[in-house]
C-alpha cells in the first residue's frame, strides 16, 4: 500500500509538472512577438496569392486601363491635350487606384470568415489582431506593386515629375501610409457585414463618391461654391494635393501633415473598434 500510495504521489506530481511545462509554453506562444506573428500571416496571404494568381489582375490590369481610359477619354476635353492632361490626373488617378485597392483587404478577410477559417484562427494562442496586420502588410506590397506599375505606364506616356525621384518616393510613402490607415475601415466593415457581396456593395458605395467628388480629375476651382467645401475637406483630396505637389517639388510640411493627421485618425477610430470586434465576434 506505502508503493502504491508513493507511486500514485509521484503520478500526480509528474502530472502537475506537465501541466505547469504546457502553460508555461502556452504563455511563451502568447507572447511570441507580435510582428514575428504579423509577418507569418502576411507569409500566408502571398502564398494564397501565389496559388491563386487571378488576385494579381486588380493591381496589374486595372491600374493601365484606369490611367489610359482617363487620359484618353478626357484629357482633350479638359485640358486641351493628353500631354498636358496626364501631368495634373496622373497623381490623382494614382491616389484613386490604390484607394480602390484598399477594400480589397475586407474581402479577403471576410471570405476567411465564411469559410470558417477566422474562428480556427481565433483559437490559436497568439497575438488575436495578427491575422488581420499580417494581411494588411501584404496588401501595402500589394499598393506599391500597383503604384510602380501605374508610374512605368506614366513615364511611357510621357509624366514627367518635376520633383524627381525624391519627389515620387515622397508621394508612395504618402499614399501607402494613407491606404494602410484607409484599409482598416473595410476590414471593420468585413466583420459587420454579413456576406461578401454587401461589402464591396457599401465599399464601393463610400471610395466611388469620395474619389470622384475630389481634385483628381479636375481643379476644384473650376467647381460651383457649395461643392468646393466638400472637396476641400474631403481627404482624397487632401491626399492628391500633397502627392501631386510632391512630384511637382513644391510640397509643403502642412500638406504632409494633412496626411498624416487624416490618416492617423482614420487609424485611431477604426483600429481599435476593428480589433475589438475581431476579438468579441461570436463564432460563425
Not at 125 to 153: E, K, N, Q, T
Not at 173 to 200: G, P, Q
Request: glycine letters at 8%; proline letters at 4%; a neutral charge.
Amino acid at each position: 500500500m506505502e508503493q502504491l500510495s508513493e507511486k500514485n504521489s509521484n503520478t500526480v506530481v509528474h502530472k502537475e509538472s506537465l501541466f505547469n511545462h504546457l502553460s508555461s509554453n502556452e504563455q511563451q506562444v502568447k507572447g511570441t512577438n507580435a510582428f514575428v506573428s504579423s509577418l507569418i500571416f502576411g507569409k500566408r496571404a502571398l502564398l494564397r496569392i501565389k496559388h491563386v494568381p487571378e488576385q494579381l489582375i486588380d493591381i496589374t490590369i486595372l491600374p493601365i486601363i484606369i490611367l489610359l481610359m482617363f487620359t484618353y477619354l478626357f484629357g482633350g476635353a479638359v485640358a486641351g491635350s493628353t500631354s498636358d492632361y496626364l501631368q495634373f490626373v496622373f497623381p490623382g488617378v494614382l491616389a484613386m487606384t490604390v484607394t480602390m485597392l484598399t477594400m480589397y483587404t475586407g474581402v479577403d478577410l471576410k471570405r476567411d470568415i465564411e469559410k470558417g477559417v477566422f474562428d480556427r484562427f481565433r483559437t490559436l494562442p497568439i497575438w488575436l489582431p495578427s491575422p488581420l496586420v499580417g494581411a494588411l502588410f501584404v496588401d501595402i506590397l500589394r499598393y506599391l506593386v500597383a503604384a510602380m506599375i501605374m508610374a512605368s505606364l506614366g513615364f511611357i506616356l510621357g509624366f514627367r515629375p518635376d520633383g524627381g525621384l525624391t519627389g515620387m518616393l515622397l508621394s508612395f510613402a504618402l499614399l501607402l501610409f494613407f491606404a494602410f490607415c484607409l484599409s482598416w475601415i473595410w476590414t471593420l466593415l468585413a466583420l459587420v457585414l454579413k456576406t461578401e457581396k454587401s461589402l464591396i456593395m457599401v465599399s464601393t458605395i463610400f471610395i466611388v463618391p469620395f474619389t470622384f467628388v475630389s481634385n483628381v480629375f479636375v481643379d476644384p476651382g473650376t467647381l460651383p461654391s457649395w461643392l468646393q467645401g466638400f472637396v476641400d475637406m474631403n481627404p482624397i483630396s487632401i491626399v492628391v494635393n500633397a502627392i501631386r505637389d510632391s512630384m511637382n517639388g513644391i510640397v509643403t510640411m502642412a500638406q504632409i501633415g494633412g496626411v498624416f493627421l487624416v490618416s492617423i485618425i482614420i487609424a485611431a477610430v477604426f483600429v481599435p473598434l476593428t480589433i475589438y470586434l475581431y476579438q468579441h465576434k461570436s463564432k460563425g
